[in-house]
């Protein structure tokens, strides 16, 4: 779809599938079309799936030119939630952009490993604590299921503006605290001394594994919320001693793990007293570490 051709035909959606589909696959893009319906379905603000109820309108200049645009983002491997704005998780449409981490399915083992423990304990005991909530995705699905206390703690400034905009968005903006600053760091006197839900998805991928990713998480999502060091246990090393401290006396914490990770994190609090078990994702790896005390 080159830009001097535009006015030469008559472009519909179908005829834009049709040549978006081998330019995409040529650039090495897996789903393809399913990515050229997506970015049609947005550009036109519809639903995808309302894409081949107008397979033959003829679409606009302006219209042409937003889908181009798209089209040329994401043939450089630009992930297509960034270029779309939103990510559904655990049910809800949360707002990335970039410098946001994207966020993942297994994470939501997480969030459903919370609201379970958080259903047995009063209301007013629900303190939860989500360290590095990014997007919020954690802290504001947790807070939207069940009546709780939230503390979103990021050392990023434009993660925690995004992270409030979708609790504004999903209506539990008064749950929540927010708090700028590096893991447990954040936190000050006046915030209470322990919690009973500690959460946190940190960054965990070994340094020494940057080549084996895709283009669109090395080169695109913020290194800051990917990278654990050479051994991937940089950030979990760091949230031992105060985790401990911080974790109420009835109160349980879960990590989220690399997909080879439980061991290794496990072993950090061997002489801290804490009992551990894992949560398995859907392909049975220890995806989440709960420490309780």
Known sequence: MEEGSKSKSIWTPLKIIQWAVPFLNQKGIENAKFDTEVLIAHALNIDRLKVYLQFDRPLDEFELKIIHGFLKRRSQHEP???????????????????????????TEHLVTAAIDYLKNIP????????????????????????????????????????????????????????????LFGAL??????????????????????KGNLSIEVKDFEPIEALFGGED?????KKMVKPLIQCLDPTGMALLELHDSGYDKVKALYKDSGLKESAIKDLQGFSRVLRLIN
Do not use: M
């Open 80 to 106: 297509i939630q960034y270029i779309t704005g939103i990510r559904e998780f655990f049910g809800h449409t949360f707002k990335v952009a970039p410098g946001v981490l994207i966020p993942r399915p297994e």
């Open 232 to 236: 991937g246990l940089e950030v979990y």
């Open 188 to 209: 000050s006197h006046e915030d209470p001394s322990q919690f009973k839900v500690i959460l946190s998805n940190p960054p965990y991928i070994p340094t020494t594994e």
């Open 123 to 182: 209301e007013e005991e629900r303190l939860v604590l989500d360290l590095g909530t990014g997007s919020g995705c954690i802290a504001l699905s947790v807070a939207k299921a069940i009546p709780c206390k939230v503390w979103a703690v990021d050392i990023s400034e434009a993660a925690l503006r995004i992270a409030k905009e979708n609790a504004s968005n999903l209506g539990v903006l008064e749950r929540v605290q927010w708090r700028q600053g590096d």
